[in-house]
């Protein structure tokens, strides 16, 4: 392959990569759009199932029943109450979203190091 044909392929291939660059960056308001409308509506139907009455009642009762079989098994009451408080806690969504919310975030600490004969200035 001599220099002009090589040159003429390198054309096609950035002409082919900018075409398929336009294409991508015309779909991405759509995406985004889409992205936006979905997501609060996710969030809301998730909570809606883990806070509706009916959600409650089911988490009640399985509460419930978590606690009597451990009192059926023979586990004594003071301890199957503290094993049921434990299982209650594990299932605080509230705990989890900010869990996961805090484990979402970038570090954003900030270490400052001060000498004992350096003063700090402030504005």
Known sequence: MNN????????REKSSDASELRE????????FDAINK???QMITGLIAAVYSPEAA????????????GLIAEG????????MTKK????????KMMSMISDESKP???IKI???????????
């Open 4 to 11: 002009d044909e090589y040159d003429n392929d390198r054309r």
């Open 24 to 31: 991508v960056a015309a779909a991405l308001p759509e995406i």
């Open 38 to 40: 979905s997501v609060p």
């Open 57 to 68: 009642g089911n988490m009640a009762a399985g509460i419930g029943k978590f606690y009597s």
């Open 75 to 82: 586990i004594p009451e003071d301890v199957a109450l503290d």
């Open 87 to 94: 299982f209650v806690g594990a299932l605080d969504f509230t």
């Open 107 to 109: 570090s954003t600490k």
């Open 113 to 123: 190091r001060h000498s004992d004969d350096e003063d700090e200035e402030s504005d």
